[in-house]
Nanobody, 115 residues
Framework: QVQLVESGGGLVQPGGSLRLSCAAS????????MGWYRQAPGKQRELVAR???????NYMDAVKGRFTISRDNAKNTVYLQMNSLKPEDTAVYYC?????????WGQGTQVTVSS
């Protein structure tokens, strides 16, 4: 049984930081490309950042220079460090694992940026 469990969301003021974690089980983690997506109310889900099994990363333009994705294969965990948060970063953030035709999603964690 595959599980992706996100944590670390919450309410933060503009300019603040949060670190999201996603702990995976039931998959051979180091095979998988791991990603963070987000979905704001009334908007489509969008890719925020992705890290391949080799450690290559890519980011959506809106978060470049502010967010950092990383992975710890020994802990089967992927992280998203979010700095200089803005109100427009408010969304539910989802963890994703992908390998060939297999794709899995976490349940999501709410991030709210507001004063």
């Amino acid at each position: 049984q595959v599980q992706l469990v996100e944590s670390g969301g919450g309410l933060v003021q503009p300019g603040g930081s949060l670190r999201l974690s996603c702990a995976a089980s039931g998959i051979t983690f180091n095979f998988y490309t791991m990603g963070w997506y987000r979905q704001a109310p009334g908007k489509q889900r969008e890719l925020v950042a992705r890290i391949t099994r080799d450690g290559n990363t890519n980011y959506m333009d809106a978060v470049k220079g502010r967010f950092t994705i990383s992975r710890d294969n020994a802990k089967n965990t992927v992280y998203l460090q979010m700095n200089s948060l803005k109100p427009e970063d408010t969304a539910v953030y989802y963890c994703n694992a992908g390998f060939m035709s297999s794709r899995y999603w976490g349940q999501g964690t709410q991030v709210t940026v507001s004063s």
